[in-house]
């Protein structure tokens, strides 16, 4: 389509976006087969330190200021035999890791992420030894899809025969708000798992929030790893085990001819990973262990679900996106074509492009902003919400992508989950704007790479 072409995709109507390994499986030192030990290399690699003070400009893109360049990966320390304690307790971690139930949590600042892996290969002596509680764990957890009355499990996304740390099995997706924390410790206390040594793998920022919670209300110990060397290891990981997890849309703005196609994400590197939490982190990644944090900005799927509840007085993601895909963000938003009367053609600005969005809500928009404000359903705020925040993100990828030289952008994160509207969008954007320079990928498992992540790792582990 041409900078002059029409754009006419129900999906995504005006809101074009402006201006524009394979997981390891050898066996390691950690004795956990699949998993070298590379984490405690990334740890070091990557910048994943706090970003220091928000940009001038609030919700922006993190600025130039927070980049850290490629560190070089630190040699290994000259080997130290270690003491029989620190050996001692270094097996006491892996044996409380290693024994089940098994667990992978991202914690994040809108959603909870659990990952729960069901062996499948348990011999008769395991099975006469295993405790009554673990089975009932077992039993509750994969036997129902909801859980209290905010838990989720995404039967669809279920990964069958894989195999973690040696053992085979099945991997189970299970998500609630993070605000519902204190319901699931209630809920884990009240199915025994007070009563098992546990040390379950985290991530995310409420690995450090809530660590003492889960001590105290459940006895469980938190394993803690950084949530982006997880978020990466667990797409190598899903990616690696699932050969339809990566796709991008042929054609994303025909109704008719619109296709989502498989991708083989088998050679990744180098690519831009876009993940849309609460907010967004974007990361060049050139290898498994070898990545930075480019940039950041607020304005992610915690802005539009908070600016919807707003504007429509809607209450979930899921209400939103539903009044969303029935909106009209034309009139709400100011297009180039009601500033110039068509095409602003010397600079490649089509006519129906957002030239500034939610402008045809304000008094000195529009000579008959008031009848235009009251024509303005809750579905078109709701889109124009959507839009606003999407092409954004959109934008921030597209410049973070041809500054890195980088042409696969790998959109992850719940922003994405029953969100057709914004992944059409930002594949849109990133093949127009480029003029097909670009290419935007998705993956299937959407925000669930860092509970995998963390669930496979063992080194790398923060405390
Ligand atoms: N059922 C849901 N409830 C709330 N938000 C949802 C839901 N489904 C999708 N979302 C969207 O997903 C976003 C959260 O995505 P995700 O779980 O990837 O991030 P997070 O880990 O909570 O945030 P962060 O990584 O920034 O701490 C929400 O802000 C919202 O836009
Ligand atoms: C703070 C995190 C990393 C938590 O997951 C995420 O919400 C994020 O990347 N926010 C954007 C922060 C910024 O760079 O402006």
């Avoid at 029409?6 to 499986?25: E, F, N, P, V, Y």
């Avoid at 920022?205 to 978020?231: I, P």
């Avoid at 940039?295 to 799927?301: D, E, K, M, V, W």
């Amino acid at each position: 389509m041409g900078p002059h072409a029409t754009h006419r995709c129900k999906d995504c109507l005006s809101g074009r976006i402006m201006s524009g390994g394979q997981a390891g499986r050898s066996s390691s030192s950690s004795g956990f087969p699949g998993f070298g030990d590379d984490m405690a290399d990334m740890a070091q690699l990557h910048n994943g330190g706090p970003d220091g003070p928000q940009a001038p400009g609030g919700g922006g893109p993190s600025g130039p200021g927070r980049e850290v360049p490629f560190k070089r990966a630190k040699r290994c320390k000259p080997y130290e035999r270690p003491s029989s304690v620190s050996r001692n307790a270094a097996l006491d971690r892996e044996r409380q890791v290693m024994s089940m139930p098994w667990f992978g949590m991202d914690i994040g600042g809108t959603l909870a992420k659990l990952v729960y892996f069901e062996p499948k290969d348990i011999t008769p002596d395991e099975a006469n030894s295993e405790i009554e509680t673990l089975k009932n764990i077992r039993r509750y957890l994969t036997k129902n899809s909801a859980y209290g009355k905010t838990g989720h499990r995404d039967m669809h996304l279920q990964m069958d025969n894989v195999e973690v740390r040696g053992r085979k099995g099945t991997l189970h997706f299970i998500r609630f708000p993070t605000s519902e924390m204190g319901n699931f410790l209630e809920l884990a206390k009240s199915k025994g798992m007070a009563t098992l040594v546990t040390t379950v793998c985290a991530t995310g920022g409420g690995a450090f929030k809530f660590e003492d919670s889960f001590q105290r209300e459940v006895n469980m110990k938190l394993m803690k790893f950084d949530e982006l060397d997880s978020l990466i290891r667990g797409i190598l990981y899903i990616e690696t085990n699932n050969p339809t997890e990566c796709y991008y849309f042929a054609d994303p703005t025909s109704d008719d001819h619109c296709q989502k196609v498989p991708y083989d994400l088998s050679n990744p590197y180098p690519f831009l990973l876009v993940n849309i939490g609460s907010g967004v982190s974007v990361l060049a990644v050139h290898g498994p262990n070898k990545y930075k944090r480019i940039t950041g900005t607020s304005l992610g799927g915690g802005t539009f679900l908070g600016l919807c509840c707003l504007l429509t007085g809607c209450n979930t993601f899921e209400e939103a996106i539903e009044l969303a895909t029935g909106g009209d963000n034309t009139k709400v938003d100011k297009l180039v074509r009601d500033i110039y009367g068509g095409d602003y053609g010397k600079m490649g600005l089509p006519g129906d492009l957002v030239a500034s969005s939610f402008m045809g809500m304000c008094s000195f928009g529009q000579m008959n902003t008031k009848e235009r404000r009251a024509n303005v359903s809750r579905e078109d705020l709701a889109r124009a919400t959507l839009v606003t925040i999407t092409n954004n993100i959109g934008s921030i990828a597209r410049m973070c992508a041809s500054n890195e030289k980088i042409h696969n952008v790998v959109f992850v994160g719940n922003f994405l989950r029953v969100n057709p509207i914004s992944l059409k969008l930002l594949a849109h954007a990133m093949e127009y704007w480029s003029n097909g320079t670009l290419k935007a990928l998705f993956l299937e498992h959407e925000g669930y790479f860092g509970a995998v992540g963390c669930l496979l790792g063992f080194n790398g582990f923060l405390s």
